[in-house]
């Protein structure tokens, strides 16, 4: 067999992002597309890196893809929602092939720090180039979006803007690029307040929330005026104008999730102490702003040069564990290709 027909193995990387408008809400959950647009920062250095390689030999012993996660099989959880994206690219590409699937993160998964984002766009871009597929970026964005739909966001750098999309098929309901990850040197300092996986998933929970919290029209009804001001404030710059969109739509996002039945509370104590944390610094004259995802961790947002003052303060914070000090990055990108 000449090398050349040797099945291609794609290793891809992607960063982690942290939406600064929040998706929060379905209005189709089999394409897994979002009731309105969101906003995110793709970070550096916190990330996902998978191989992907398509071929006869790759069939697990019991049968499938072969799936391992940081070098051990997957949890059957994890696994089973890799096969199901694998079988989409399987459907578009017009292969019947098994997959071999190894991934590592440097993103505790399921620990509220978006490991689905950076998994999936990085499982989506090494998934589609193993089966032969070129897809531009939006194709490859809506495709992750499949996986998971802050992953759309993750194949773009720097700030991002994801489109709820109207039509049907979910074609339109992809990202794009803001503003490079070069352009704006800003930083996202991470307050960790608890060891361990979330209590409820995203897409549970959303579904949850749409379902029985009475505040869920609201929500809807306010996102795409946060929309607007943030993607003007990301356009000119402007910290402040970002922040103060980026705090009251996470807060917003929080109330409605928490008004579900039964309530979904992400926070501790200790999230709400680090909210205070960032209430001193600002009132003292330090521009920062929080977010907050699925989880009970808090996320500041503040100039790159004010970090070194931000960090201290939130890693002295009350039931803070620990703090990561993280930098705009790069989009998915395909960091080995070999025949194998
Ligand atoms: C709070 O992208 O994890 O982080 O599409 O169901 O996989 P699924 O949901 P997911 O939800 C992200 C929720 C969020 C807000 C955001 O990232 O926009």
Excluded at 115 to 132: D, N, P
Excluded at 249 to 261: F, I, K, Y
Excluded at 270 to 281: C, F, G, K
Aim: proline share 6%; charged share 20%; net charge neutral.
């Amino acid at each position: 067999m000449s090398i050349y027909s040797l099945p291609l193995s794609v290793t891809a990387r992607a960063g982690t992002n942290i939406a600064l408008v929040k998706y929060w809400g379905k209005r189709d959950p089999t394409l897994n597309l979002p009731a309105t647009g969101s906003l995110s920062l793709t970070l550096a250095n916190l990330g996902s890196e998978t191989r992907v390689r398509f071929a006869p030999d790759a069939e697990a012993a019991e049968g499938g893809d072969r799936i391992t996660l940081d070098g051990a099989p997957a949890p059957p959880r994890f696994a089973e929602r890799v096969r199901r994206f694998l079988d989409l690219v399987r459907q578009e590409a017009r292969i019947g092939l098994p997959a071999e699937v190894a991934t590592r993160n440097s993103v505790p998964t399921a620990a509220g720090l978006a490991s689905s984002a950076a998994g999936f766009a990085a499982l989506a871009l090494a998934a589609s180039r193993a089966a032969g597929m070129k897809l531009l970026p939006p194709e490859l964005s809506a495709l992750a979006r499949q996986g998971s739909g802050s992953a759309a966001r993750s194949i773009f750098g720097g700030f991002v803007e994801m489109a709820a999309g109207e039509r049907s098929d979910g074609s339109d309901a992809c990202a794009q690029a803001l503003l490079p990850a070069s352009a704006w040197n800003v930083r996202l300092v991470v307050a960790i307040t608890a060891e361990g996986s979330k209590a409820i998933g995203s897409s549970e929970a959303m579904e949850l929330t749409a379902k029985t919290s009475p505040y869920y029209s609201g929500w809807l009804q306010a996102v795409p005026q946060d929309l607007v001001a943030a993607r003007a404030a990301v356009l000119a710059q402007d910290l402040a104008g970002l922040g103060r969109v980026a705090e009251r739509n996470a807060v917003r996002m929080h109330a409605c999730a928490m008004a579900a039945d039964p309530p979904i509370v992400y926070w501790n104590g200790a999230t709400l102490a680090a909210m205070e944390t960032v209430w001193r610094l600002r009132t003292a004259g330090t521009e920062t702003f929080f977010t907050i995802d699925a989880g009970p961790h808090v996320k500041v947002l503040c100039a790159a040069s004010d970090a070194t003052l931000v960090e201290p303060a939130l890693a002295s914070t009350p039931g803070v564990l620990r703090t990561l000090v993280l930098a705009p990055g790069p989009g998915a990108e395909v960091v080995r290709e070999e025949r194998r």
